[in-house]
């Protein structure tokens, strides 16, 4: 008995992962990587870079304010490409800014400084240098961004000074709060709701899409695989075979749970690195008590694979109503709704805060539950855990309950839908 | 013993009935051959014999053991081999052998198992390549090692020969005479008469799910005065 379930086990995985199933997973984990990588570089070259531009000042250089605007270049580092008094070079200076490379051109306007001083405003052109239409395009020119507000802030510090005795930082922010967060049964002191929220959303990102991506690849797999044995009469073949049915359902299940779990391996590999890509100077909310220790985790890996064998359990009832490999494939259509219905829920609104009917239904899938575990897990609300996990395990055993009794009847060989067929050929034959 | 004995086998799909009321019964170490046009019902007699399908009524025994009752003693020592079957493609034949032997036997005695369907399968070297890569030939060959190498009691082979070139077909045919010289009863369905009067000792006829005529080839072919089993088959249906 055990033997022969080791048997269907080792057979499954030898079938299931192979490099045509295990290839698009890992492209997928290495996608991740990639974008966590390019996002995560690209934002980092930005807020390091200095400004390099281009200048002309038609209001001469030694006034007060539109010093503000050299100095403020000097202090990042800028690199100066073009410099000129006369505004007929700007044809030349929007040449030199095109070939350099160079982020903008500032045109400083005649009469900025006393424009200022008089309590107008100061007027500035800037010639924005775009490179390429990509969606990081418009990052590149932020240093610049970056040095204009900066000027901005020191000149008004400038105006502040000159008229009054008070610290100009506290006439522009002249309140200070101190934050205190509270989460459930906890208080975050010194977090506001932006950070825990951040914190929370960047840990709760990751379940929701692996449980998604990894039930809807295994998902068509399996229900292919089962189209494929039936139309091999593989399935036909070791139903003859002095087995018992329930050890060839739990076979099947168990070998292609063990996949599921190696996909599910892959890809943790992948969003590991684009999570760590991306947090730049993030909050580690763990000196909260809002982190996962060893049981925590394990909780949720037992509800990871609880929900993969739910999900199993569901494509094999699924596919034992395709008759073959191409039938199969439409039916992968629910299973995927399945996974995508919970996903979007955790992704943009939470659990709590739908209506009870929505909730029902959300806990009636089973896939939510691993989905929203960290987050439940972290905010203290083991109830929902717990529950979740007997849940998983009744819907579990359910499904393996009717995989063996379709597997016991003639669903399995003749499907649905061919009666049809059948009766047409019969009526035929009886005239 | 009797190797099988069907009485009175009714089996409908809902309401379409597709074998009405078929009786007949194996000798032991006997070849027979159910005949008869596509959708006469031969395929699902078959599978209603090996466990697969559900009885609608009758009463079915291979070697004393009720298919009903005890499916799982009828599954040790029986075989099927399904028309147009496949192997599992990511699986060298060998490999398949293997899979299919460890539900039988362990040790050194499935080792014997698997050497018996190598050699039954005559592949050479391609035994060790993938199923994926066989031709149809190659693939059947497999098949019918996999079925015979368990030393079923009863072999139970549907439309074996069918869609295979001259050569293959005659091959496999001459396995299935030596497999019954060893002793095992085999149980055939096609629809190639001339392949049937050949193999069988006896046959029955079987047309839109019940049987119109049966014995050995010659009695029948006496009995209608009829040159071969077609001519005998056509006599039968149009009276
Ligand atoms: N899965 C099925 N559902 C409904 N009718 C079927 C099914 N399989 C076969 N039949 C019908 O049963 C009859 C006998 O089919 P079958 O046993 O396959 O015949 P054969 O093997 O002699 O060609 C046919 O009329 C066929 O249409
Ligand atoms: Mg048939």
């Known amino acids: 008995m055990i033997s022969h379930l080791w048997h269907l086990i080792k057979k499954e995985v030898r079938e299931l992962l192979t490099p045509a199933t295990v290839i698009p997973i890992v492209i997928m984990a290495i996608i991740f990587a990639s974008i966590g990588n390019l996002t995560g570089g690209a934002v980092e070259d930005t807020l390091s870079a200095s400004p390099v531009i281009g200048i002309i000042n038609l209001d001469g250089d030694n006034e007060t304010y539109s010093a503000i605007i050299y100095d403020t270049a000097i202090a990042m580092n800028a690199s100066i490409v073009f410099e000129s008094d006369d505004i007929n070079d700007l044809q030349e200076g929007l040449d030199v800014v095109r070939e350099r490379g160079a982020m903008a051109l500032i045109v400083i ?24 239409t990509g969606i990081f395009s418009s990052m590149s020119s932020a240093p610049v961004d970056i040095m204009l507000s900066e000027v901005s802030r020191s000149t008004t510090y400038a105006l502040i000074e000159e008229s009054s005795d008070l610290d100009p930082e ?25 950070t825990v929220a951040g914190f929370l959303q960047s840990q ?30 593989t399935l036909e073949t070791l139903l003859t075979l002095p087995v018992n049915r329930t050890v060839i359902v739990s ?25 760590d890509n991306l947090m730049i100077g993030d909050v580690d909310l763990s000196e909260f008590g809002i ?39 439409s039916l992968t259509i629910p299973i995927t709704f399945l996974a995508l219905i919970p996903f979007f829920v955790t992704m943009f609104t939470d659990y709590q805060s739908l209506s009870p009917i929505l909730q029902a239904l959300m806990f009636a899938i089973p896939f939510t539950h691993p989905m929203m575990a960290t987050n439940n897990i972290m905010v203290g609300n083991m109830e929902l855990v717990y529950y979740g996990i007997a849940y998983l395990a009744i819907f579990a055993l359910a499904t393996v309950f009717i995989t063996v009794r379709l597997y016991k009847s003639d669903i399995l060989l003749t499907g649905v839908g061919t009666t049809v067929k059948g009766s047409r050929t019969r009526r035929r034959m009886r005239k | 013993m009797d190797a099988l004995v069907v009485k009175d086998l009714y089996k ?17 170490g006997e070849i027979f051959g159910l005949i008869g046009p596509n959708g006469a019902g031969k395929t699902t007699t078959l599978r209603v014999i090996s466990t697969l399908l559900t009885v609608t009524s009758g009463e079915l025994t291979v070697y004393g053991k009720s298919v009903t009752e005890e499916p799982n003693e009828v599954r040790k020592i029986i075989s099927y081999l399904p028309e147009d079957a496949g192997a599992y493609k990511n699986l060298t034949g060998r490999q398949y052998l293997e899979f299919i032997a460890g539900f039988f036997t362990s040790g050194s005695t499935k080792k014997e198992m698997v050497d018996r369907g190598v050699g039954i399968a005559n592949l050479g070297e391609r035994i060790d390549s993938k199923v994926d890569t066989y031709s149809k030939g190659m693939m059947r060959r497999l098949l019918i090692a996999r079925a015979i190498m368990t030393q079923p009691k009863l072999a139970i082979l549907d439309e074996v020969t069918s869609g295979l070139d001259v050569i293959n077909a005659t091959e496999i045919r001459g396995i299935i005479k030596d497999l019954s010289k060893e002793g095992t009863s085999v149980l055939l369905s096609s629809h190639n008469m001339f392949e049937v009067e050949y193999l069988c000792d006896r046959v029955a006829l079987i047309d839109k799910g019940k049987i119109v005529a049966d014995g ?3 009695e029948l072919k006496k009995e209608y005065s009829a040159n071969n089993i077609e001519e005998v088959f056509i006599k039968v249906v149009r009276g």
């Open chain 1, 170 to 194: 506290n006439i522009t922010s002249p309140i200070v709060y101190s934050s205190t967060t509270l989460l459930g049964d906890k208080e975050l002191v010194g977090l506001g709701p932006e």
């Open chain 1, 204 to 233: 709760s990102f990751t379940m929701p899409m692996l449980i998604m991506i990894i039930i809807v690849m295994l998902g068509g797999i399996i229900i292919s695989s089962m189209g494929q044995e039936k139309e091999n009469k």
């Open chain 1, 251 to 275: 076979g099947k299940l168990l070998g292609s749970a063990i996949v599921g779990l190696v996909f599910a391996g892959i890809y943790m590999v992948g969003m590991n690195i684009y999570m």
């Open chain 2, 12 to 28: 409908a799909y809902g309401n379409d009935v597709a074998v009405g009321g078929v009786s007949f019964d194996v000798k032991d």
């Open chain 1, 291 to 329: 982190s996962m220790g060893t049981a925590e985790t394990a909780l949720v890996g037992l509800m990871v694979v609880l929900a993969i064998v739910c999900a199993l359990g569901i494509c094999m009832i699924l596919g034992a109503f395709a008759m073959n490999y191409k039938a199969a494939q």
């Open chain 2, 216 to 218: 050995a080839p010659d």
């Open chain 1, 109 to 132: 306007g005649p009469d900025y400084n006393e424009s200022i001083s008089s309590g107008e405003k100061g007027n500035l052109t800037v010639y924005w240098n775009m490179k390429g």
